[in-house]
């Protein structure tokens, strides 16, 4: 979760974007709201931990099947 963190932060702060003058996002986000707040930083969430909350009806979408310990209990 660390290293997801770490890079989440990169990647929305501090690479630069060369489709808009090669600034970084968070230059970016200064100079469209005319602010010097820095970006705010949201830690990365694990949803499986909260499928349980959605019932056992769910089937899944997208083409795409649920996990396979949906259904079983977490240890």
């Not at 469209?32 to 969430?45: A, G, R, S, V, Y």
């Amino acid at each position: 979760m660390a290293k997801t963190f770490a890079y989440q932060i990169w990647f929305n702060s501090y690479r630069n974007n060369r489709g808009r003058n090669n600034q970084n996002p968070e230059q970016i986000f200064q100079s469209e709201l005319n602010t010097d707040k820095p970006i705010p930083l949201i830690p990365p969430i694990i949803v499986d931990n909260y499928m349980h909350l959605l019932g056992k009806d769910i089937k899944g979408g997208y083409f795409l099947p649920l996990p396979p310990n949906f259904l079983g209990k977490r240890t």
